[in-house]
């Protein structure tokens, strides 16, 4: 039994009594707890791969924020790790894939792996994390959606422009889709393998979304985002989010998916009238987190009052930054939490 199910019954749409608040990387360098744990071990993987502590990072911005939902805490490159293709995560610098997808023999030599044996580690920190929280907030899932995670299989690292990973959608298309079904399919298993672990809500990031054309987003992306939510849907509430793509907005929509995440760039009264019945998620821009604590209860009551006429759960537009001081954090969580819209 959950003892705070606010989060949960506005991702599956219910009127709630207050706005549920939660923020995309809650858990992590912003938090001194994480970064003492953090120092103690070799790195980033060390971390992820280690359920015990996995969970009691998770756990960490419940006590320290009081936030109404769980995210466990993993990566969304775990998925072609687990497929065949490793990446390290450089301090400082991110991401980096030391092999890269190239050609069609690539993309036959990765696994759809057994998501308890290549995820094995994600599924028993969403376990030990279930337990330890013990209902106090729901837990959420998560991971990539296949385009952000072509995008880094391709491209090795973060980039500005993406720019060989586009451009593979121009040059080769099909092999383009023989990848992204390889990896929806990954995805599939590996989400429904995370609801059985004890996820209560998924959430699908497209990082990348915004980097795209419409046309080929709806061809690249929106297709494979449609297969996961309706693989989905019959087991727990769905959250899309897709950075940039306000114009995606009426496709997922049409989707089963129940929530619609906003970066800050989306208007949320127009998302609103675009978006039907579903929940909205989002939107304040993380940079808000910078001002005093006045400036942070301005913004944040400016961006409430710009949801309202249904269910929303207050967010940022994507995750805080690592330098954003958690006091501020904490003047965010508790205006939502003191706003009666
Ligand atoms: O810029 C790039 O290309 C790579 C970014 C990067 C990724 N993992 C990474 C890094 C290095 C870094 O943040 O410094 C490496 C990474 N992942 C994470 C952390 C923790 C933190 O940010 O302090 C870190 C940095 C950890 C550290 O240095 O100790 C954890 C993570 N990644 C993610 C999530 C899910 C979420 O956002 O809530 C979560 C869990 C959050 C939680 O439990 O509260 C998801 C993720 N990872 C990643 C992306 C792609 C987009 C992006 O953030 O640029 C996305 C999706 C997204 O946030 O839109 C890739």
Redesign the pocket.
């Known amino acids: 039994m959950l003892k705070n199910d606010l989060f949960l019954r506005a991702a599956r749409g219910e009127a709630t009594e207050r706005t549920p608040v939660w923020?995309?990387?809650?858990?992590?360098?912003?938090l001194p707890e994480?970064?003492a744990l953090?120092g103690r071990l070799s790195?980033?993987k060390e971390?992820?791969e280690t359920p015990a502590l996995a969970a009691e990072?998770?756990i960490q911005?419940i006590d320290a924020l009081d936030v109404d939902a769980?995210?466990?805490?993993?990566?969304?490159?775990v998925v072609p790790d687990a497929m065949g293709l490793p990446y390290e995560?450089v301090?400082?610098?991110?991401?980096l894939f030391p092999n890269v997808i190239k050609s069609a023999a690539d993309v036959e030599k990765l696994r759809i792996p057994d998501p308890e044996e290549g995820l094995g580690y994600v599924l028993e920190a969403l376990r030990i994390t279930k337990k330890a929280l013990n209902g106090r907030v729901p837990l959420?899932g998560?991971a990539?959606a296949p385009w952000?995670i072509l995008a880094?299989m391709v491209e090795g690292?973060?980039?500005k422009t993406f720019s060989k990973a586009r451009g593979m959608l121009y040059r080769e298309p099909a092999l383009a889709h023989q990848l992204l079904a390889k990896i929806t399919a990954t995805t599939i298993a590996y989400l429904k393998a995370q609801v059985a672990a004890g996820a209560q809500v998924v959430?699908v990031?497209?990082?990348?979304a915004g980097i795209l054309p419409p046309d080929h987003y709806r061809e690249f992306s929106t297709r494979y985002i449609t297969e996961i939510t309706e693989a989905l849907a019959p087991l727990v509430p769905v959250t899309v989010?897709a950075?940039g793509a306000w114009w995606a907005v009426e496709d997922f929509a049409a989707t089963s998916c129940r929530t619609i995440g906003l970066d800050w760039n989306q208007d949320p009264a127009q998302v609103r009238l675009q978006a039907g019945n579903k929940t909205l998620q989002g939107n304040l821009d993380p940079c808000a987190l910078y001002g005093t604590p006045e400036q942070v209860k301005a913004a944040t009551e400016t961006m409430l009052r710009k949801f309202a006429g249904g269910p929303h759960i207050a967010n940022l537009g994507?995750?805080?930054y690592?330098d954003t001081n958690p006091d501020n954090v904490r003047v965010f969580v508790d205006t939502v939490k003191a706003w009666r819209g």
């Open positions: 923020l995309m990387r809650q858990a992590g360098r912003i994480y970064r953090r790195g980033f971390l992820v990072v998770t911005p769980a995210i466990i805490f993993s990566d969304i490159l995560m301090e400082a610098r991110g991401p959420i998560f990539g952000t880094y690292h973060g980039s959430q990031f497209d990082s990348w989010f950075k994507h995750g805080v690592p």
